[in-house]
């Protein structure tokens, strides 16, 4: 696959989005085949009280967190510790599977679903089940597709840009998150609400778009709204919030210096706006839980994490139940995990800081860029040959998907990095321009620099990921 990319144009290019469908189902297809022949229910028989079907294919993938997240769809938050799982996610499972209960109650014969009885499949609770499972696979197909599209517009002036985005959706299938973007997990439906918003961002400040004044600020807002939902679904969303701080200072700025300015005030006010949609994506899911254990009937004792001066649910369970902060996972008995994400971690700060090595275009020259675009020239002739405000743009996006690592690195439990990194663009990018260039990596290993070692990485580590996921097995 990588050679037609690299020789002459091939077949994935002339149909790129059949090519990639295809790749999707095959790829995803194999995957299955490994959970559903791994051996045995693993040490943990969680999945036998909320899948009593064990032995199917929906009962494989059931594991993990995937406990949580459809035993809350069944019967919403009872415990203090499944608040760390996505309420929003949850609830939308069980409003799927509400949906699908009433189609199978609905008329006079029952359908058969791998074996089961619809209305035995209902009872057993396997429909959250099968309702994750369908999310998964559906929100990760439509974010390859997106996925191509943002990376079209991001290169747009670069010749190689059908390839890279090609190349790039590719990657996003074979990504390392493997069985979890198709259990039932947040992760798929948060990499389509990501990308989806990364690329009505990128819209909204393209200095090719001829009709910007008209649409950039709807643009920003619709992404805005996107990456707040994105928030809503994991709580790392939060961290492309940069994007908007970053862009209403300098509009701030130059507001204050051209007070005039129609361009810098509708700037200004649509990334306030949208930063407080991302913002609003963390906040009101802790306020929902605010409400329900700290402003409840009098007399009834309200929990330790109330009396705090930001009460967040989430970092009290975090902190309280899985021991989650600074340095709190530097033990020698979790060595081998850190040696598990060491390759993730790797190529997320490679590839962040690959966005920043052409000098000649940085984010102090987004003022100008922003406000000045009749002076700019259409490409930038730098070592990747896209135009200055995408270059800015990539820089932009390149500062969550550091953070990411860092906080990975020091306070997350840090082999859950190989599937958050899932949602972030960049990698895909510097990954697929590692392709196609005869120019490597600077890293000093060698196989950061040797692209296609990345590749092997991520399609065994994910085959055998699967195989370990679906018999309950670490890690996760």
Known sequence: MVDSFTRTPAHPLKHPKVSLVIMFFAWKLLLLLVAFSSPGQGYDTSTCLIAPSI????????RWDAIYFTQAAQRNYIFEQEWAFSLVFSQLLAYLAKGTFLLLSWGTYQLTIAGIAASKLAM????????????????????????????????????????????????????????FLSAPYA?????????????????????????????????????????GLATAIRSNGLLS??????????????????????????????????????ALGAILPQ??????????????????????????????????????????????????????AAPMLLCLTQSSLWAWNDVSVSLNNSNKAIYSKSSLPKEETGVDNIGRSHRRLMQLISVPQLALALLALTSYHV??????????????WWLARMILSEKRGTLPLAWV???????????????????LFASFLPPA
């Open 449 to 467: 620099r040797k692209p296609y070692i990345v590749l092997r990485w991520m399609v065994i580590y994910a085959i055998i990921q699967g195989g």
């Open 187 to 227: 992760e798929s439906l948060f990499c389509l609400l990501q990308f989806c918003g990364y690329y009505y961002f990128v819209r909204g400040h393209d200095d090719g778009n001829k009709h910007q004044d008209l649409t950039s600020g709807l643009d920003t807002l619709v992404s805005g709204l996107l990456l």
């Open 241 to 278: 919030g940069v994007l908007f701080a970053y862009t209403a200072t300098i509009s701030g700025m130059a507001l204050i210096s051209t007070w005039r300015s129609r361009i810098a005030l509708q700037e200004f006010v649509t990334s306030v706006f949208g930063g407080v949609f991302v």
């Open 124 to 179: 057993a609770g396997d429909v959250e089940a099968l309702a994750g499972i369908a999310v998964a696979h559906v929100a990760h197909l439509i974010s390859v597709l997106v996925l191509y599209s943002l990376s079209k517009l991001m290169f747009n002036s670069d010749p190689k840009a059908s390839q890279i985005a090609v190349l790039s959706a590719s990657l996003h299938i074979f990504s390392p998150a493997g069985i």
């Open 415 to 428: 082999q859950i990095i190989t599937r958050l990194s899932s949602g972030y663009p960049l990698w895909y």
């Open 55 to 62: 032995s199917t294919l929906p009962g494989k993938l059931v």
């Open 287 to 340: 306020y929902v839980a605010y409400r329900d254990y700290c402003t409840g009937p009098l007399g009834l004792e309200s929990r330790p994490w109330c009396q705090l001066s930001v009460p967040s649910i989430y970092a009290w369970i975090q902190s309280h139940y899985w021991n989650v902060g600074f340095l709190r996972y530097w033990t020698p008995s979790n060595i081998p995990l850190f040696l598990l």
